[in-house]
């Protein structure tokens, strides 16, 4: 082949790559085009519904949780709060579908199917502004004004939490709520990943009768000697708290700050209790990935 043809069917090829690349960008347009969206939408909150909907397989955190472990995550606080700026628009369209945000949310009730999000989201806005956080007891919802606060209740098990509702979701035509990864451990819904429920909003008027209602969790077993995971040894305190306020935007563990006195005092920030070795082990090998130094395990 000469270089004239050669350069000949160069040329031909980039000319085809362009007209495919223009042919994609109209295609994108007229989609974005033919969805209109109306001016009592809540824009932003779009951008993250449709984000939402994109086919996902969802996952629970990289280091596994004990029965133990999940029975200890705290329910969500009900609080008097002001309506969120963000995500109650009174109507929105999300994929073609118009929803209505309820202006009050007082003595609503609803049952159907809930499903889950967790580690995908991590870190990810919600419709109300806030990061979310798997760890933490929080919900979307289509409908419910936010922020509003709801008992939900696995109708399978009678196991229930409370949750504060601050996303959208989900936009499934079968599926009335998304709990995060911490609800839906608490749930028990994790293995099949959805769960006939039943929502119930509460305030902070009713926190102390919720509290008194809510099933109590067998006191754990605490062993003779515990392990914990050991992030740090600082001899000035202010040191071991900057790290300790570090460690709870990377785990919803509890992470104490235990003092060792011989000469002069060592503030230990460690992480734990575990009950076994294994689980040390594992939120060991998590918080070296998640943070700088070399954790250690420790038998106390």
């Known amino acids: 082949m000469t270089s004239k043809n050669l350069y000949s069917r160069i040329k031909s090829a980039a000319f085809v790559s362009i007209l495919l690349t223009a042919s994609m960008q109209i295609s994108l347009t007229a989609y974005a085009s033919a969805t209109p969206v109306e001016p009592s939408v809540d824009a932003i909150d779009t951008i993250t519904y449709f984000s939402q909907e994109l086919p996902t397989v969802d996952s629970a955190p990289d280091v596994p949780f004990t029965a ?26 999300v994929l073609g579908q118009t929803y209505t945000v309820l202006a ?25 502004g806030e990061r979310f956080d798997m760890f933490q007891m929080t919900a979307a919802h289509k409908n419910l004004p936010i922020p509003c606060y709801a008992r939900v209740t696995n109708q399978a098990n ?32 994790l293995g099949k990943g959805t769960a006939k429920i039943s929502i119930e ?25 515990q392990f914990f995971v050991q992030v740090g040894a600082f001899s000035a305190r202010d040191n071991a708290l900057s790290l300790q306020s570090k460690l709870t935007g990377i785990t919803p563990m509890p992470i104490e700050i235990s003092e060792a006195t011989s000469q002069n005092t060592v503030h230990k920030v ?9 689980s040390a082990e594992n939120a060991r090998s998590y918080l070296a990935q998640m943070s700088s130094g070399n954790p250690i395990i420790v038998k106390r």
């Open 158 to 189: 009678g196991k229930s939490v409370i949750v504060k509702v601050n996303d959208r979701g989900p936009f499934h035509a079968n599926r009335v709520m998304d709990v995060s990864w911490a609800a839906a451990a608490k749930l028990d819904m």
């Open 201 to 225: 909003v509460v305030d902070a008027v009713g926190k102390t009768a919720i509290a008194q209602n809510t099933q109590p969790v067998p006191a754990p077993v605490i062993a003779t000697k």
């Open 68 to 93: 133990e472990q999940i029975s200890q995550l705290p329910d969500a606080t009900p609080i008097d709060e002001p309506v969120s700026k963000y995500g109650n628009a009174k109507t929105y369209r």
């Open 104 to 128: 009050k949310s007082k003595h609503f009730k609803q049952t159907g199917t809930a499903s889950w999000y967790g580690k995908k989201f991590q870190g990810q806005r919600t419709s109300s």
């Open 270 to 278: 460690q992480v734990g209790p575990f009950s076994d070795a294994a």
